[in-house]
T-cell receptor
Framework: ETGVTQTPRHLVMGMTNKKSLKCEQH?????MYWYKQSAKKPLELMFV???????ENNSVPSRFSPECPNSSHLFLHLHTLQPEDSALYLC?????????????FGQGTRLTVV | AQSVSQHNHHVILSEAASLELGCNYS??????LFWYVQYPGQHLQLLLK??????LVKGIKGFEAEFIKSKFSFNLRKPSVQWSDTAEYFC?????????????FGQGTTLQVKP
């Protein structure tokens, strides 16, 4: 049990669909992150939220739209995705959005775009 | 841009063998360094971290890593591996000035330990 829960665990969606990934943490953390793990590539940061404010967008295409309504919840809204967006999407949280804090990861959502 | 390089992509060892996984990073300033592990079917979890102080850090399950600033390296070691150490290992770094908590990861090393 990691304290960071992601749903769904698996998602298959068509290129015209709209879906959302959800992340919830029960650790009392104030920073939350979305990472993308594609086959044969390093984990890549997508977004950072610190105290509900977005502090980093790593040049992510607008078809990925994050939302952080409070420090415990983070969403990733998906629309008109491409097959190359198929990947494992990992959520993480840390006490604060700073360099000297440990990140705790969820188990990820395996996304397949068809 | 910062980058992290893990030299070994796939390592196969027998139980009781010694392990060393290489990690080099590109950033020349002050960094924090991490090793994460992902056991089959499980989430990424922290093995150990270096922020400052003694460059030899000890983590969980008998792992240790040594920060060598002059070599931009943070290699992971374990004297005697077990079958249960079969997993994927990730080195990660973040830079200190103005950092948002963003981690930059290496590509990962898959370790297979044969019983």
């Amino acid at each position: 049990e990691t304290g960071v829960t992601q749903t769904p665990r698996h998602l298959v969606m068509g290129m015209t669909n709209k879906k959302s990934l959800k992340c919830e943490q029960h650790l009392g953390h104030n920073a939350m992150y979305w990472y993308k793990q594609s086959a044969k590539k390093p984990l890549e940061l997508m977004f950072v939220y610190n105290f509900k404010e977005q502090t980093e967008n790593n040049s992510v295409p607008s078809r990925f739209s994050p939302e952080c309504p409070n420090s415990s919840h983070l969403f990733l809204h998906l629309h008109t995705l491409q097959p190359e967006d198929s990947a494992l999407y990992l959520c993480a949280s840390s006490l604060r959005g700073a360099a000297d804090t440990e990140a705790f990861f969820g188990q990820g959502t395996r996304l397949t775009v068809v | 841009a910062q980058s992290v390089s893990q030299h070994n992509h796939h390592v196969i060892l027998s139980e009781a063998a010694s392990l060393e996984l290489g990690c080099n990073y590109s950033y020349g300033g002050t960094v924090n360094l991490f090793w994460y592990v992902q056991y089959p079917g499980q989430h990424l979890q922290l093995l150990l971290k270096y922020f400052s102080g003694d460059p030899l850090v000890k983590g969980i399950k008998g792992f240790e890593a040594e920060f060598i600033k002059s070599k931009f390296s943070f290699n992971l070691r374990k004297p005697s591996v077990q079958w249960s150490d079969t997993a994927e290992y990730f080195c990660a770094v973040n830079d200190l000035p103005g950092n948002t908590g963003k981690l930059i990861f290496g590509q990962g090393t898959t370790l297979q330990v044969k019983p």
